[in-house]
């Protein structure tokens, strides 16, 4: 038997599987890679794409790269999505990524949406990953745009208001919903996201 930790089943009852930190829908994976149905882990790689709407490089970036790493030595193929000026998009082409420049100016930048729409049809990835909170708000119109679903990574811990904003967010185009910390997931649970 699995266990998230504390020794505790990671499966629910009819809720698939669930790992600590993480929120899916009944019926997806959780936690690490979040694939569509029938998809194992020993399937053909996996083209994901990932958006990163920050110009700096912090923690956020840290866990991203860590991430590009692991899928890599995986055999999945990872494209990443970032600004132009991005220290994270530099960093990507020194260490070998599939990169795209996209400006992201702001939450509601609709030439992002629509440059993001292109990439994605151009890419055709089996799998979206969006790492920051513009990226989830751009990315989020974009998939619905284009049709592919994505992953959401939540880092932030404030709170999150219920509404048509968090329904795009975390709507039919979202598969999974990533927690880096507990009182993240307690907090998208409380938002009616879990």
């Not at 194992?40 to 110009?55: F, G, K, Q």
């Not at 990507?92 to 030439?111: H, K, P, Y």
């Not at 089996?126 to 880092?155: E, F, K, P, Q």
């Not at 795009?168 to 907090?187: F, K, Q």
């Amino acid at each position: 038997m699995r266990t998230d930790g504390h020794g505790r089943d990671w499966r629910g009852s009819d809720q698939g599987p669930r790992e600590s930190g993480s929120s899916a829908r009944p019926g997806r994976r959780a936690g690490g890679l979040a694939c569509s149905p029938g998809c194992t882990m020993n399937s053909r790689p996996l083209v994901i794409t990932h958006v990163d709407a920050e110009s700096g490089f912090s923690g956020g970036e840290v866990q991203v790269f860590l991430l590009l790493e692991g899928l890599r030595e995986r055999g999945h193929r990872c494209v990443l999505v970032a600004p132009p000026s991005s220290r994270a998009l530099a960093h990507a082409e020194q260490r070998g990524f599939e990169v795209r420049a996209l400006a992201m100016r702001n939450d509601a930048d609709l030439g992002a949406v629509l440059g993001l729409s292109r990439a994605l049809r151009e890419l055709a990835p089996d799998l979206v990953h969006l790492h920051t909170g513009r990226a989830a708000w751009l990315g989020a119109l974009a998939c619905r745009r284009s049709g592919h679903t994505a992953i959401v990574t939540r880092r932030m811990e404030r709170r999150i208001k219920r509404g048509l904003g968090t329904r795009l967010v975390y709507g039919s185009r979202t598969a999974a919903v990533v927690a880096i910390a507990p009182a993240i997931r307690d907090e998208l649970a409380r938002a009616g996201v879990a």
